[in-house]
């Protein structure tokens, strides 16, 4: 029989978060740093401003960099290629930095420009026998007139049909047309061709609507506290409402498909033998649905009876997580603060992935590029890629240990309405002080098998290429059982941060204590859990729906842009479901740290008055009628 440990017993020192402590795993936070110093150095010693030019820089039909010198030109391209030798006068490119795409039906026809035209044929037909064969642009001797062309200036030459004039304006040193010249064109009526509201005008009314979609941002943490009170009034009646909806419905089910079947073998009964095949097969298959139907719904209503006390737990739970937020309800802010330096962390592996790519050998044919990757470079890009696995993974790790800091002390305390001052601070001071070891080893867990994972999908495309079935389904495999070995890592980690932030123990043995404290409390945890992630979800879609509208209704009957305001729309939808997201993430912190505190409680006191509670009223209540079950 496994042992998840004795409950723990009465500490009448104990009240919350520990705060004599000392550092933990002190070995890993080195290791971590160590191996961020390695990534900056590859990243140092393999810099090379030139190369990077050559993955930037636009390349034109010739095989030249827009923008680049002779001498700045890679090595090997005075060699000949399809058009001939080239010579040190046209291979300079240091007054034409801009690509100009001739031909928009053939992205490979550009031409290196000093400046974007005014106006351009959107679609034009490049007339071939101006072009020379020693490698010049247009024209038989060095530049001539293809000089004019080059710098800008004469571009009707090369296009004798023109359908559409359209602004150009150079973006990352590209010609780029401005589409709201394109409206009531032949290219405008193909990109209205994909709907009926993304139409050239109102891509190009978008830009004008920002100050709307940053807006949307304030309307979806605004609506993130709407649900935050929804739930601590209405959260019983909404998931009551909706098992129950889901009852009936199962019940219907097989009641339809039970009258359904009987009326059919009714009918074949007195058909006798002229009964068709066809007709007892279909009456076979209504009666096995049914019978289907029929258990699912008695299962589910047992489950439903059997776990009844533990469904108000997990809601009580969760109005529990919604009060200590009202408490302290700048905490679900946080979170933004943490993904703004996950950005910075994600923008300087790939800024040092970047450089190890470029590093590799340079290839290049007329208009494209490849920077082929050896061995050696292929290892370098997965340190880097582990590099920044493990960096975002840490930094999520010190963020939910904050707050499941902040949380804990929230739960230890008596008067649990009065607002917490400094807990977060603390918390946070704490996590950064005494354990990035611990989260260090934790997250480097995760990006391990989250970088294996990568690694098997590389292998697995090049296994289509090879087209070997067999490794395509074992890779398959293997990337779902990681794929569930990563979730119960996360999980894991998530309830020992929570042990961490409570009691300062190592990775180790509060990752044991958490285990042993879930299994103990195994029916609770899967009931908090499921009803949990059910409102978390919930409150996602509602408050990236409400913030979508919210914003298609300001710009319809507010703006000028009321024609416009589908597109906003679909973005502030997106960009409410993110902050949502973020929002939420709080409340799963909170939900989970509030229930282990609960279990401890549990099993540290009885609700006497030598060994009370630390738990709210509510919870007591249900505590006292469960008779402690």
């Given at each position: 029989m496994v042992d998840y440990g004795q409950p723990l017993q009465y500490d009448p020192n104990f009240a919350g978060p520990t705060e004599k402590r000392k550092?933990?795993?002190?070995?890993?936070?080195?290791?971590?740093?160590?191996?961020?110093?390695?990534?900056?150095?590859?990243?140092?010693?393999?810099?090379?401003?030139?190369?990077?030019?050559?993955?930037?820089?636009?390349l034109d039909m010739h095989g030249r960099y827009c923008g680049l010198a002779a001498a700045d030109q890679p090595e090997g391209l005075m060699d000949t290629d399809s058009f001939g030798a080239y010579s040190a006068t046209n291979l300079d490119m240091s007054d034409v930095p801009n690509l100009w795409f001739a031909d928009l039906s053939d992205a490979t026809k550009t031409i290196c420009v000093d400046e974007c035209p005014e106006t351009l044929a959107a679609q034009c037909e490049i007339d071939y026998a101006d072009v020379?064969?020693?490698?010049?642009?247009?024209?038989?001797?060095?530049?001539?007139?293809?000089?004019?062309?080059?710098?800008?200036?004469?571009?009707?030459?090369?296009c004798h049909t023109a359908t559409v004039e359209t602004t150009l304006q150079s973006a990352a040193r590209r010609c780029m047309a401005d589409v709201s010249d394109l409206a009531g064109t032949a290219v405008g009526t193909q990109l209205e061709g994909a709907g009926e509201f993304i139409s050239p005008e109102s891509i190009a009314n978008l830009a004008q609507t920002w100050p709307y979609l940053l807006a949307g941002i304030g309307i979806a943490i605004l609506l993130g506290f709407v649900w935050l009170i929804l739930l601590r009034l209405f959260a019983k009646l909404l998931v009551w409402i909706t098992l129950l909806a889901v009852l009936i419905g199962l019940g219907a089910v097989a009641g339809w498909f039970s009258w359904q079947g009987y009326n059919q073998y009714m009918d074949c009964d007195e058909a006798g033998d002229d009964c068709a095949e066809e007709d007892e097969d279909a009456r076979n298959t209504t009666l096995i649905i049914a019978g289907v139907a029929l258990v699912v719904f008695l299962i589910y209503f047992c489950?439903?009876?059997?776990?009844?006390?533990?469904?108000?737990?997990?809601?009580?739970?969760?109005?529990?997580?919604?009060?200590?937020?009202?408490?302290?309800p700048y905490i679900v802010v946080i979170p933004l603060f943490f993904v703004i330096v996950?950005?910075?962390?994600?923008?300087?592996?790939?800024?040092?992935?970047?450089?190890?790519?470029?590093?590799?050998?340079?290839?290049?044919?007329?208009?494209?590029?490849?920077?082929?990757?050896?061995?050696?470079?292929?290892?370098?890009?997965?340190?880097?890629?582990?590099?920044?696995?493990?960096?975002?993974?840490?930094?999520?790790?010190?963020?939910?240990?904050?707050?499941?800091?902040?949380?804990?002390?929230?739960?230890?305390?008596?008067?649990?309405?009065?607002?917490?001052?400094?807990?977060?601070?603390?918390?946070?001071?704490?996590?950064?002080?005494?354990?990035?070891?611990s989260i260090a080893f934790a997250s480097l867990l995760?990006?391990?098998?989250?970088?294996?994972?990568?690694?098997?999908?590389?292998?697995?495309?090049?296994?289509?290429?090879?087209?070997?079935?067999?490794?395509?389904?074992?890779?398959?495999?293997?990337?779902?059982?990681?794929?569930?070995?990563?979730?119960?890592?996360?999980?894991?980690?998530?309830?020992?941060?929570?042990?961490?932030?409570?009691?300062?123990?190592?990775?180790?043995?509060?990752?044991?204590?958490?285990?042993?404290?879930?299994?103990?409390?195994?029916l609770r945890v899967a009931a908090v859990n499921t009803v949990g992630d059910s409102l978390l979800f919930l409150g996602k879609v509602f408050i990236a729906i409400a913030t979508g509208l919210s914003v298609g209704c300001i710009i319809y009957f507010t703006t000028d842009y009321a024609e416009f305001w589908f597109l906003p729309m679909i973005i502030s939808i997106i960009t409410g479901f993110v902050f949502g997201s973020m929002f939420m993430s709080v409340y799963e912190i909170g939900i989970d740290t509030i229930l282990l505190c609960f279990c401890?409680?549990?099993?540290?006191?009885?609700?006497?008055p030598a060994r009370p509670f630390f738990m709210s009223n509510r919870l007591r209540r249900y505590v006292n009628r469960s008779e402690m079950q």
């Open positions: 550092c933990r795993d002190c070995c890993w936070a080195v290791l971590f740093f160590a191996f961020w110093g390695g990534m900056a150095y590859l990243g140092y010693s393999l810099f090379d401003a030139n190369r990077l030019k050559y993955l930037v820089f636009p020379s064969a020693d490698g010049t642009y247009w024209g038989n001797d060095a530049w001539g007139v293809a000089e004019n062309i080059a710098h800008g200036t004469e571009y009707g030459i090369l489950i439903m009876t059997a776990m009844a006390k533990r469904i108000n737990l997990a809601l009580d739970i969760v109005i529990e997580a919604s009060a200590a937020i009202a408490t302290m996950a950005l910075v962390i994600a923008a300087v592996s790939a800024v040092d992935g970047i450089i190890v790519y470029a590093d590799g050998e340079l290839t290049q044919d007329a208009g494209s590029r490849e920077f082929e990757t050896d061995n050696m470079h292929l290892g370098m890009l997965g340190y880097v890629l582990l590099g920044i696995l493990w960096g975002l993974f840490f930094v999520e790790g010190v963020c939910e240990t904050a707050l499941a800091g902040a949380f804990a002390a929230w739960y230890w305390r008596r008067d649990k309405k009065k607002r917490i001052k400094g807990g977060l601070s603390k918390s946070l001071h704490r996590a950064l002080t005494y354990h990035l070891g995760i990006a391990i098998v989250n970088w294996i994972r990568i690694v098997l999908q590389y292998i697995k495309k090049r296994a289509k290429l090879a087209k070997s079935k067999a490794m395509k389904q074992m890779l398959r495999a293997m990337d779902c059982c990681l794929a569930c070995f990563d979730r119960f890592l996360k999980f894991i980690n998530r309830n020992a941060y929570i042990e961490i932030a409570i009691y300062g123990e190592s990775f180790c043995a509060a990752a044991k204590r958490a285990v042993n404290l879930l299994f103990r409390n195994a401890e409680d549990v099993e540290r006191h009885d609700g006497s």
